[in-house]
């Protein structure tokens, strides 16, 4: 074969392979982690959780494409405690990852195409990717009020070889930033930063995750921060 030929065809097979899994209900991956609670004096609380990201059918649809329920559910070692947290999202053919609500109930809309939902991980994952999308939540059935507005800024990275409790794995880090402030009622102004960093195996998902997320009141003041760690254990698929 002729250089170029190679190089295509290296090409084909990267992106092939760099698809993201289309998850089905049913699908399951499991986690361990540690959860932290910052308060605005800096007092750190952490607590060992185990985890398990869940997969489920739904009868919804929004904008006649059906949406699939996806499930975190976090239990605490101490004392076996869980908190599930629940949100829709559809995928596309390739693999392209959209969410539809987020873990309130409230719906995301794209406000540069007026649109629900917005990109959670594009595919195939390309390193170097980046997008940039401002976006608002509003709920039923009053949509054309937003609850919150904010900007939402998505990279992918260079896959590097990593080890966690499911195995070593070359993963790609999608890196998404998250500034939102609350536009109604009395928490107006009230502002949250997110920095979400997931190191994707594609035909698997997410195998090790990073959250922070820092809280500042209406009147501008620093009120705590969470963060969150975890690193996956088993799948069933």
């Given at each position: 074969l002729?250089?170029?030929?190679?190089?295509?065809l290296n090409s084909v097979f990267v992106k092939k392979t760099n698809a993201l899994r289309v998850f089905k209900a049913g699908n399951r991956i499991?986690?361990?982690?540690?959860?932290?609670?910052?308060?605005?004096?800096g007092t750190r609380t952490n607590e060992h959780v185990t985890a398990k990201r869940e997969f489920f059918e739904s009868e919804n649809k929004v904008d006649g494409k059906p949406v699939l329920l996806h499930q975190f559910t976090l239990r605490l070692n101490s004392d076996g405690n869980e908190f599930p947290e629940a949100s829709f999202y559809y995928q596309t053919e390739d693999g392209t990852w959209i969410d539809v609500t987020d873990t309130a109930g409230n719906f995301i809309?794209?406000?540069?195409?007026?649109?629900?939902?917005?990109?959670?991980?594009?595919?195939?994952?390309?390193?170097?990717?980046?997008?940039?999308?401002p976006f608002r939540l509003v709920s039923l059935p009053n949509i054309s009020t937003a609850l919150a507005t904010g900007t939402f800024h998505l990279s992918v990275s260079q896959a590097r070889g990593m080890s966690v409790?499911?195995?070593?794995?070359?993963?790609?880090?999608?890196?998404?930033t998250i500034d939102l402030e609350s536009v109604v009622g009395e928490s107006a102004g009230a502002r949250l930063e997110v920095v979400q960093e997931h190191w994707v195996v594609p035909h698997i998902g997410p195998v090790k995750i990073r959250f922070s997320q820092r809280s500042y009141d209406n009147r501008g003041n620093y009120t705590g921060t969470y963060e969150s760690q975890f690193e996956a254990v088993n799948i069933n698929f």
């Amino acid at each position: 074969l002729a250089s170029d030929e190679v190089f295509f065809l290296n090409s084909v097979f990267v992106k092939k392979t760099n698809a993201l899994r289309v998850f089905k209900a049913g699908n399951r991956i499991k986690y361990r982690g540690v959860i932290s609670s910052i308060a605005s004096d800096g007092t750190r609380t952490n607590e060992h959780v185990t985890a398990k990201r869940e997969f489920f059918e739904s009868e919804n649809k929004v904008d006649g494409k059906p949406v699939l329920l996806h499930q975190f559910t976090l239990r605490l070692n101490s004392d076996g405690n869980e908190f599930p947290e629940a949100s829709f999202y559809y995928q596309t053919e390739d693999g392209t990852w959209i969410d539809v609500t987020d873990t309130a109930g409230n719906f995301i809309v794209d406000s540069s195409t007026n649109t629900f939902g917005v990109l959670g991980y594009p595919s195939p994952l390309v390193p170097g990717y980046e997008q940039e999308i401002p976006f608002r939540l509003v709920s039923l059935p009053n949509i054309s009020t937003a609850l919150a507005t904010g900007t939402f800024h998505l990279s992918v990275s260079q896959a590097r070889g990593m080890s966690v409790p499911l195995g070593a794995f070359r993963a790609l880090l999608v890196t998404s930033t998250i500034d939102l402030e609350s536009v109604v009622g009395e928490s107006a102004g009230a502002r949250l930063e997110v920095v979400q960093e997931h190191w994707v195996v594609p035909h698997i998902g997410p195998v090790k995750i990073r959250f922070s997320q820092r809280s500042y009141d209406n009147r501008g003041n620093y009120t705590g921060t969470y963060e969150s760690q975890f690193e996956a254990v088993n799948i069933n698929f």
